[in-house]
């Protein structure tokens, strides 16, 4: 890019335009996962949607490669792009709710502790991820689950607008009566379609406190646990959310010393009601063997949602894969245990998503996300620091992903996969061929193509 060129762009911005040599252009490009070391032509960092507008027109009439970043969270990084425009929305995190309504319009580079923040401050929620840091913009537009999506569904089953910037540098909004197929590919179809400069959702009464906490359990009496967390998940009511993590046990205050460091199970549980109701109703995971520590406990809301922030912070190197399950039936839990066995570092982890409820409410046709009838996620996750593990890790991954496969686990959540592009099929299965011919219409050239790519139908 030529420097006159880029200080036309830089004068056209309210926001600012970062270049490889200015101060803070390493910490801006840098991303959650420390393996991603991409270097921008420029950074810029959009004030408003005139910004949006400007720097896509500027990268399209040029043909430079662009990404869009929100919180920079996603695995791949596919946030960050060599040698192009980073279009950055991280300046761009306002939240406004509406009480009387029930709906929070949020701008597409906020944070869900943003959110969180600025809802609940109205005793009001939606569901969102675990990690407060992640951004609204990837997860919403990849599907979005949490603790509360087994009571209110996905974030996209709770998206009731979205205002977009489009490849020709058109401004639109998506809605069930503004151009509703391009809605339908919003919901799942991930950064495909446009740069989403406002979102809004619908908003619940929640909280303000939710019973919440982790339980953890000897590796020993993990098999047993798990099949315990199989039967309740069967009949669980919906206000309660409960993940299984097969990890590495930090040293956390609750538990004794001579666990740390040791293989667990720890089963991390919400209720999202009365708190005396949920520890009944969380009774029955606990009975098939004896935990070894536990911090379940009322909560605020806005707490629980920030409580695994420490667990995941930005910088470490991180690879994932995602498999959906039915069930956990025999071998699985046992297979997973196993598999624990041989977790390359401290800091990885088999994590097993709960599904069900208000998720399966909706047809797998009716968004773009598909995996509707999937009761779990099991998600192998690597993370590390050193560079001279990346193979051993990935590695790892790779082959507990594989064993996933073989025993009866399918697709895969786009905001959960480490490799861009190779499995968008896979994780869009029956909607693949709809998405692709929304690509054709609304980004022919495949401009933005940095994310989980689907090309546009009738260019292979
Ligand atoms: P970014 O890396 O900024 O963006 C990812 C991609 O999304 C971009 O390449 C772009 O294509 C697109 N994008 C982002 N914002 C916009 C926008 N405004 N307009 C258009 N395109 C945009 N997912 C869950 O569902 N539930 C969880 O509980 C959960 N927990 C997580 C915890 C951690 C620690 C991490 C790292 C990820 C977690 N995820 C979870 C996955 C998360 O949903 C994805 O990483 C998601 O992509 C993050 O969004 P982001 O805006 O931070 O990502």
Not at 82 to 111: C, K, N
Not at 176 to 199: K, Q, S, Y
């Amino acid at each position: 890019m030529l420097d006159t060129e880029l200080a036309r762009l830089a004068t056209a911005l309210d926001g600012v335009l970062i270049r490889p040599d200015d101060a803070d252009y390493d910490e801006v490009r840098a991303v959650w996962n420390g393996m991603i070391d991409r270097r921008p032509g420029a950074i810029a960092r959009c004030a408003n949607v005139t910004d949006v507008k400007t720097a896509l027109d500027f990268a399209r009439e040029r043909g430079l490669l662009i990404s869009a970043r929100g919180g920079g969270h996603h695995i791949a990084g596919t946030a960050v792009c060599d040698d192009g425009l980073m279009i950055d929305l991280s300046a761009m995190r306002a939240v406004s709710v509406d009480p009387d309504r029930r709906t929070a319009l949020v701008e597409g580079g906020a944070t869900l502790a943003d959110l969180d923040r600025e809802t609940q401050a109205f005793g009001l929620a939606t569901p969102g991820g675990v990690v407060s840091t992640t951004g609204v913009g990837g997860l919403t537009l990849g599907a979005g689950f949490g603790w509360l999506s087994r009571l209110h569904g996905l974030a996209i089953d709770n998206l009731v607008q979205a205002e977009l910037v489009t490849a020709e540098g058109r401004e639109v909004r998506a809605s069930e009566d503004e151009n509703p197929e391009l809605f339908w590919g919003l919901r799942g179809g991930g950064g495909n379609f446009g740069i989403v400069t406002a979102f809004t959702f619908r908003l619940h009464e929640v909280g303000p406190e939710v019973l919440f906490g982790p339980t953890v359990y000897r590796l020993d009496d993990a098999v047993d646990v798990l099949r315990g967390y199989r039967r309740f998940a069967a009949t669980a009511p919906r206000q309660c959310c409960v993940w299984a993590d097969l990890m590495t046990a930090p040293p956390l205050p609750f538990l004794s010393e001579q666990v740390h460091g040791t293989r667990v199970l720890t089963l991390m549980q919400c209720y999202a009601g009365d708190p005396a109701e949920g520890e009944k109703v969380l009774a029955p995971l606990h009975e098939p063997a004896k935990p070894i520590g536990s911090a379940v406990m009322p909560r605020p809301y806005v707490e629980a949602q920030q409580l695994l922030d420490g667990v995941y912070e930005k910088g470490a190197r991180n690879y994932w894969t995602s498999r959906n399950f039915a069930g956990l039936d025999d071998p699985v839990p046992e297979m997973l245990v196993d598999l624990t066995r041989t977790l390359p570092t401290p800091q990885s982890d088999i994590l097993i998503c709960q599904f069900g409820g208000a998720i399966g409410d909706v047809a797998p046709e009716a968004t773009a996300y598909p995996h509707r009838l999937a009761a779990f996620a099991v998600a192998p996750g690597a993370r590390w620091i050193e560079p001279s593990d990346d193979a051993a890790c990935v590695d790892w991954v790779r082959g507990v992903t594989a064993r996933l496969s073989s025993s009866g686990g399918e697709g895969s959540y786009v905001n959960f996969v480490s490799e861009s592009e190779a499995r968008a099929r896979d994780a869009y299965g029956a909607n693949f061929e709809r998405l692709a011919a929304l690509k054709a219409i609304w980004d022919p050239g495949n401009l933005f193509r940095l994310n989980q790519n689907i090309p546009p139908a009738g260019t292979g």
